[in-house]
């Protein structure tokens, strides 16, 4: 390069450079009294509420109740951690294990864990929970709203319905009393307590969407439904209602998201149904069914109108077995029940919710349409054979 060349891209340079500070002079000057200007704006907080407690005393008296009641029913709710260690294949041997003759390959094992709630129900420990929180589990640990921590026991299991009793051996227990579901309204405020993804003592608030509600078509319970939120871990966790009383156990959701996330809809086994698995493992120690003795099957348009029965509603006995409950009652083919102690039967699944929740031994009033005439029988709840729901299925 010559040196004129040289020269000449020195004065460009120098040249770029003044251009490039006289720029940054002119920015800075006419920042510089926006940046000497800045200072801290005025703050003025707030004085107070804009309202106080005695000018909306309605509302005051709601929150205070709300923080009262749940204060009050948290203690008796628990939360569930359940495992079982399950053998998978066995390991492929290291080289050096077996050039010294130290290992020939190892079973190896993987810990399964299950989280849900649960409800302690007597001074003496005894816990409502689902089913499927602790079905195949070896090792179930129930946590108290204080941090303590005990090992549990199953005393018995309902799979049907969801409800599984355990116990635990703790002193100071505070139970929840076991309310009546059928009591229970639509549009009934209802809280359900648990434990959502280990969030432990969590609560929502909701109402009574439905009652009866079934999950599919052959469900062997009528749920409660409610829209209080209830996620993965509220599984087994008490429906309260405002007297702190248990009106369901939270079993499942409906979803049509791929995780299983909640949609607004949640369902609950009514407490009736949980009343009798638990008295039925107390008083026997096992789950044992009512048993009336029939084969039961739907009322269609057709046969509707052949029996003179004017609806579909009701479930038609097919056939009585000998010596059952049934036939010492005078339930005969033919007889479409209608009612059970009272209550309106509206199909067959609701007949067998209605079984599921009286005792063996009670006896119950049925109503029954016998060629187009209405009669009343009275029977006695026997006990279900084994692997019987109660009724044989056709």
Same mark, same amino acid.
């Given at each position: 390069?010559?040196?004129?060349?040289?020269?000449?891209?020195?004065?460009?340079?120098?040249?770029?450079?003044?251009?490039?500070?006289?720029?940054?002079?002119?920015?800075?000057?006419?920042?510089?009294? *926006?940046?000497?200007?800045?200072?801290?704006?005025?703050?003025?907080?707030?004085?107070?509420?804009?309202?106080?407690?005695?000018?909306?005393?309605?509302?005051?008296?709601?929150?205070?109740?709300?923080?009262?009641?749940?204060?009050?029913?948290?203690?008796?709710?628990?939360?569930?951690?359940?495992?079982?260690?399950?053998?998978?294949?066995?390991? *492929?041997?290291?080289?050096?294990?077996?050039?010294?003759?130290?290992?020939?390959?190892?079973?190896?094992?993987?810990?399964?864990?299950?989280? &849900?709630?649960?409800?302690?129900?007597?001074?003496?420990?005894?816990?409502?929970?689902?089913?499927?929180?602790?079905? &195949?589990?070896?090792?179930?640990?129930?946590?108290?709203?204080?941090?303590?921590?005990?090992?549990?026991?199953?005393?018995?299991?309902?799979?049907?319905?969801?409800?599984?009793?355990?116990?635990?051996?703790?002193?100071?227990?505070?139970?929840?009393?076991?309310?009546?579901?059928?009591?229970?309204?639509?549009?009934?405020?209802?809280?359900?307590?648990?434990?959502?993804? &280990?969030?432990?003592?969590?609560?929502?608030?909701?109402?009574?969407?439905?009652?009866?509600?079934?999950?599919?078509?052959? @469900?062997?319970?009528?749920?409660?439904?409610?829209?209080?939120?209830?996620?993965?871990?509220?599984?087994?966790?008490?429906?309260?209602?405002?007297?702190?009383?248990?009106?369901?156990?939270?079993?499942?959701?409906?979803? *049509?998201?791929?995780?299983?996330?909640?949609?607004?809809?949640?369902?609950?086994?009514?407490?009736?149904?949980?009343?009798?698995?638990?008295?039925?493992?107390?008083?026997?120690?096992?789950?044992?069914?009512?048993?009336?003795?029939?084969?039961?099957?739907?009322?269609?348009?057709?046969?509707?109108?052949?029996?003179?029965?004017?609806?579909?509603?009701?479930?038609?006995?097919?056939?009585?077995?000998?010596?059952?409950?049934?036939?010492?009652?005078?339930?005969?083919? &033919?007889?479409?029940?209608?009612?059970?102690?009272?209550?309106?039967?509206?199909?067959?699944?609701?007949?067998?919710?209605?079984?599921?929740?009286?005792?063996?031994?009670?006896?119950?009033?049925?109503?029954?349409?016998?060629?187009? @005439?209405?009669?009343?029988?009275?029977?006695?709840?026997?006990?279900?054979?084994?692997?019987?729901?109660?009724?044989? *299925?056709?």
């Amino acid at each position: 390069m010559t040196t004129r060349r040289i020269v000449f891209l020195f004065i460009v340079l120098v040249l770029v450079a003044a251009g490039l500070l006289r720029l940054g002079q002119m920015v800075l000057r006419e920042a510089g009294p *926006r940046l000497q200007q800045a200072k801290p704006d005025g703050y003025t907080a707030a004085e107070g509420p804009k309202l106080e407690a005695r000018d909306v005393p309605g509302l005051a008296a709601i929150d205070e109740e709300y923080t009262r009641l749940v204060g009050t029913v948290m203690p008796s709710v628990v939360s569930i951690t359940s495992q079982r260690v399950t053998q998978l294949g066995a390991s *492929r041997a290291n080289p050096l294990d077996l050039l010294f003759g130290t290992s020939r390959g190892q079973r190896q094992q993987q810990v399964e864990t299950s989280l &849900g709630s649960g409800v302690i129900v007597s001074r003496e420990g005894h816990v409502l929970t689902n089913n499927h929180v602790i079905e &195949g589990m070896s090792a179930i640990e129930v946590r108290l709203s204080d941090d303590r921590s005990f090992p549990a026991k199953v005393l018995g299991t309902d799979p049907m319905v969801d409800i599984a009793v355990l116990k635990i051996e703790a002193p100071n227990l505070e139970p929840l009393p076991v309310g009546d579901s059928d009591a229970v309204r639509v549009g009934q405020l209802v809280f359900a307590i648990g434990n959502p993804f &280990g969030l432990s003592e969590t609560v929502t608030a909701g109402i009574v969407s439905a009652k009866a509600r079934r999950t599919a078509a052959d @469900s062997t319970v009528e749920y409660l439904q409610t829209d209080a939120a209830v996620n993965h871990g509220n599984s087994g966790g008490p429906l309260i209602n405002l007297r702190g009383e248990i009106v369901g156990i939270n079993t499942a959701i409906y979803s *049509r998201t791929e995780d299983g996330g909640w949609l607004g809809i949640s369902f609950a086994v009514p407490s009736n149904v949980a009343r009798r698995a638990l008295e039925s493992v107390i008083k026997r120690g096992r789950i044992v069914r009512g048993y009336l003795g029939v084969s039961l099957q739907g009322l269609t348009p057709d046969l509707a109108k052949t029996l003179k029965a004017g609806s579909t509603d009701g479930a038609l006995v097919g056939a009585v077995t000998a010596g059952a409950p049934a036939e010492r009652a005078g339930l005969k083919p &033919g007889d479409v029940i209608r009612k059970f102690n009272g209550r309106p039967v509206r199909d067959v699944p609701s007949l067998k919710s209605r079984l599921r929740e009286v005792d063996v031994g009670e006896r119950v009033q049925l109503g029954v349409l016998r060629g187009g @005439s209405e009669i009343k029988l009275e029977a006695q709840i026997g006990e279900a054979p084994p692997e019987s729901n109660g009724m044989p *299925r056709r």
